[in-house]
């Protein structure tokens, strides 16, 4: 923590005449939101940026597949969903969840994107690293991304949000459920983003593996076909858990990082993005989030605001792909922005403490 952030804690801890309790902040106490087990989660509006409640917001923590709504908000300006990609051998073997690729198709980014986001593919994830050459440039281009966002505690050491598998741990990637909110936002402003997240069930590349015809003795090549995937997002429409008004969002799991999960509905008007992380629980927790965010905005106080983006320049999808080795992932160190919330325990604090206490600048870009 740099000197201006310890005077700012050092004032903010000054000025308090209420004790501090675990570090959740909102308005009032509310029963609901104490009964969500979970090492972080956040409500915030996507319009204003208010942040209407959280707990620990600033609290690194690994992503889980969540870290997929970065990489499709780093890419999909610069790819579109026209690139054709041709994976490689390595590409489409990766740990975990798989929406079964070869090197024998190519692939058009649409696609890729569209698995990523619907059925959490770490195959199309890593693909989608070889235009830009391999991981470690890819890796470059979603810090990069995350600073220019804000997501100032946030760092991807993969795309597909892997840890352990990759030898990753909380130092080596992280986030919080802050960041994730700023990240999930960007997202809402890129058409193809929503519509690739938002997308229940689609078609996709496969390839019918040759086979000899049992009765004539002759061979049947290989065909492509298109399969049918489907989303795991249970808040979609028609799905287990429809949620009224719900956008998108992501949900990721690992035995490390737990339940993990960002997402967006509108009701009235009003857009209002959840970020949860470490949950023991995902769906029911989420639907508490929503629904106390939906039932209280403009009701409370905001304890903080979402910091905004720095404008980017205008990116044009790139042209041919290229293939690369993939590369190690990427450390940085950073201060910790979490001025005194994450290290005092206890509950529920009065709204206009919680604003001096949370709000934090991102470090300034390089």
């Known amino acids: 923590m740099g000197a201006p952030h310890r005077a700012a804690a050092a004032a903010a801890a000054a000025m308090l005449t209420v004790a501090l309790t675990p570090g959740t902040v909102v308005a009032a106490p509310d029963a609901r939101l104490k009964k969500i087990k979970a090492g972080s989660w956040i409500i915030a509006d996507a319009d204003t940026g208010e942040v209407l409640a959280a707990h620990n917001p600033h609290r ?16 999909i300006p610069r790819l579109g969903d026209t690139t054709m990609i041709q ?13 079964g690729m070869t090197p024998k198709l190519t692939y ?43 997501a100032a505690d946030t760092l991807a ?29 960007e997202g809402l402003k890129i058409p193809g ?47 287990s858990r429809p949620y009224k008004g ?14 993990t999960f960002v997402g967006a509905a509108e009701r009235d008007g009003r857009r209002l993005i959840i970020a949860l992380m470490k949950g023991e629980s995902l769906w029911d927790n989420a639907e508490t989030l929503f629904d106390w965010g939906f039932a209280n905005a403009g009701k409370v106080e905001p304890v903080e605001t979402l910091v905004a983006p720095v404008p ?16 190690g992932s990427k450390e940085k160190e950073s201060d910790s922005k979490d001025l005194l ?17 949370f709000r934090r600048r991102p470090a300034p870009a390089e």
């Open 312 to 327: 980017s320049a205008s990116q044009k999808p790139s042209a041919s792909p290229q293939s690369a080795a993939q590369a």
């Open 193 to 239: 983003f929503v519509e690739y997240a938002s997308t229940v069930n689609a078609k996709f590349p496969a390839l019918r593996p040759a086979k000899v015809d049992k009765k004539t003795k002759k061979k049947i090549p290989a065909k492509r076909y298109m399969m049918p995937i489907y989303s795991h997002i249970r808040m979609l429409p028609g799905e």
């Open 108 to 150: 058009s980014s649409g696609d890729l994107f569209r698995a990523l986001l619907m059925v959490s593919a770490n195959d199309a994830a890593m693909t989608l690293t070889l235009p830009q050459g391999g991981m470690e440039p890819t890796l470059k281009l979603m810090n990069a991304e995350a600073e220019r966002l804000g």
């Open 60 to 75: 690194r923590l690994l992503p889980a597949s969540t870290q997929k709504v970065l990489t499709a908000v780093a890419l």
């Open 157 to 185: 050491g993969s795309p597909n949000g892997l840890d352990v598998d990759l030898g990753l741990n909380v130092k080596t990637q992280y986030t919080t459920s802050y960041d994730l909110a700023l990240i999930l936002r």
């Open 341 to 357: 919330l994450g290290a005092i325990g206890g509950g529920f604090i009065l709204a206009g403490v919680a604003v001096l206490l």
């Open 246 to 259: 719900f956008i998108a969002g992501k949900n990721g799991y690992t035995n490390a990082a737990r339940q």
């Open 87 to 99: 994976p490689t051998r390595e590409s489409v073997e990766p740990e975990g969840t798989k929406v």
